[in-house]
Each structure stands twice: as structure tokens, then as C-alpha cells.
């Protein structure tokens, strides 16, 4: 009987502007599933950095929300804080996007390249990296890859969509992005087992085309493990 793998994966949050992306999240989840993968969810248990209106884009003010509560949004309940996680009993470990990886996971979407990471965040996935187990990142995801990946000294080809911004931030942190045309894609750094895909850092993306990219990052992850 073919082992069935465990994949790690890690939540920021739940909403799009200042959590875990939703599609992305589940569209994951689902692809995991789909594949025959056991997974667990799992998100820092503290504060997010800010609340947004969703339906107006603003900072709602006075308002705190739990980054591992809003997760069990996502989760159905079944997710558990980051610091009962341990690397060595998953096979890989995959990252969805949403401004809460660069706003609750580290400090990317205010301070760019100078940006520090969560603790917790940074041994958790640079554990990944070390066991030379797979690692998927998801939209907006790469760019926690690049920060970790500098502070060890490494670099890394990956995706970040047509935003030229953050385009020219990872190349100063020594990455590579790679243009790719749509949501569909995705890139394959072999030599450090990284996955990536762009998915909604395309701001017109079609949901069906975001699926197929995270499908085929979900594919070309376990495939690795």
C-alpha cells in the first residue's frame, strides 16, 4: 500500500486583505484531498496586524482579530497553533497566499526588502528547507520564501505575478522571479524542492485558472515528497 503523505499547511489568517486568501486556502485543501494527501492546518496563535472592511478596503479601527481563530474559519475548526507544530512529522509543507503572509507572517508589506519575519514563521519553514522536503508558496507567499531564503544565505527562482514592484524587492532580496503568463502556472526550483505559483498576484485572475495552478503546485509538491 502507497504511503499516504502529510502536508503541513500554513494559514495567515482569513480574508484576503489581512489573512489567508480564501480561494487559495481551499482551493489547497481541496487539491490535496483530490490527490489522496493527508494535511493539517496550522496558523500563529496572536493577534493579526490589522482588521479590514473587505467590502471597503478600509482599516476598521478599534477591531483585533486572532490570526489562529480566523483560521479555523477556513479549517472548520481543525487547525492548530504554529507552536505545536513539528516539521519532522510532515512530508511537506505548503503556503497559501493573502496579504496576511506579508502583514502577519512578516513585515513584507510595509517594510519590503527590510522586512523582519515572525520567529515561529521563519524556524517552521527554514525546518522545510533544511530537510530538503518540499515547499509550496501560493500568490503572495514567495516573497516570505525570499526573506527566509536570505537570511540563510540562499536564493531561489520563483513566482510573483505581474506586479513589478515586487518584482524588483525579490531581486534585491537574491531571488529570481520568473514571468509566467497566467494563474495557471507554476515554477519548479529544483535544487532547493520549491513550488511556486502566482495565482491571484495576477489581480484578474479567473478562479478556474487559479485552480489549476495550485492543483498543479499541489501535483508537482507531493510528487517531490
Do not use: W
Not at 507544530?85 to 511537506?92: I, N, S, T, V
Not at 524587492?169 to 529544483?190: F, I, M, T, Y
Amino acid at each position: 500500500m502507497a504511503k499516504v503523505l502529510n502536508v503541513a499547511v500554513l494559514l495567515a489568517g482569513c480574508g484576503h486583505m489581512d489573512g489567508a486568501e480564501i480561494r487559495e486556502s481551499v482551493l489547497t485543501l481541496l487539491a490535496l484531498d483530490q490527490h489522496g494527501a493527508g494535511f493539517q492546518c496550522f496558523a500563529l496563535d496572536k493577534d493579526q496586524h490589522h482588521v479590514v472592511n473587505h467590502m471597503t478596503g478600509q482599516v476598521v479601527e478599534g477591531q483585533q482579530r486572532n490570526i489562529l481563530e480566523e483560521a479555523a474559519r477556513i479549517a472548520r475548526g481543525d487547525v492548530l497553533a504554529l507552536s505545536k507544530a513539528d516539521p519532522k512529522a510532515f512530508d511537506a509543507l505548503i503556503m497559501p497566499g493573502g496579504f496576511g503572509v506579508a502583514k502577519n507572517h512578516c513585515g513584507f508589506a510595509f517594510n519590503g526588502i527590510g522586512a523582519d519575519v515572525q520567529p515561529e514563521v521563519f524556524q517552521f519553514v527554514k525546518a522545510f528547507f533544511e530537510a530538503k522536503k518540499p515547499v509550496g508558496a501560493i500568490c503572495i507567499a514567495p516573497a516570505l520564501v525570499a526573506l527566509i531564503l536570505k537570511n540563510t544565505g540562499q536564493s531561489a527562482a520563483l513566482t510573483i505575478g505581474n506586479d513589478k514592484g515586487t518584482t524588483t524587492a525579490l531581486k534585491a532580496l537574491g531571488a529570481n522571479p520568473q514571468d509566467r503568463a497566467s494563474a495557471r502556472d507554476v515554477v519548479v526550483d529544483e535544487g532547493l524542492n520549491l513550488v511556486t505559483t502566482p495565482a491571484y498576484m495576477f489581480g484578474d485572475a479567473r478562479l478556474s485558472d487559479v485552480y489549476v495552478g495550485i492543483e498543479r503546485l499541489v501535483a508537482e509538491v507531493l510528487k517531490r515528497a
